[in-house]
């Protein structure tokens, strides 16, 4: 029981969260990948079995009115990964470029540094 002239006991600024959370929810993120990646290659496979059965060169059309073939889809799943890979060694290059010139020409100090004290 607080009295009235007494200090408010004060909480700890950080309480720990509950462990739980955030496990269930990294659980839960790799299970979501994981079927992802599963939905993704049962779709593969799919078209690979209608290219295999010679219905890869028929074009379809959808709803929308696109126009597509299973081995069209197909190769453009193929380019995917070169794409991510081919990106992310641009990436790779442009922030090592940039690393590499912000140490050899440091930042400029702002004009306050070189103004002598007033006083």
Request: aromatic residues 10%; hydrophobic residues 40%; glycine residues 14%.
């Amino acid at each position: 029981m607080a009295f009235l002239g007494s200090p408010r006991a004060e909480k700890p600024e950080a309480e720990a969260r509950p462990v739980r959370r955030g496990r269930a929810r990294a659980i839960g993120s790799w299970l979501a990948g994981a079927l992802s990646v599963l939905g993704g290659a049962g779709i593969v496979m799919a078209f690979r079995e209608k290219i295999r059965t010679g219905h890869g060169g028929e074009i379809y059309r959808t709803g929308q009115g696109y126009q597509f073939s299973y081995l069209g889809v197909m190769v453009l799943v193929a380019l995917l990964p070169v794409v991510m890979i081919v990106g992310s060694a641009i990436g790779w290059w442009l922030r090592r470029d940039e690393r590499e010139f912000d140490r050899r020409y440091p930042p400029a100090r702002s004009s306050d540094d070189r103004r002598p004290p007033i006083g």
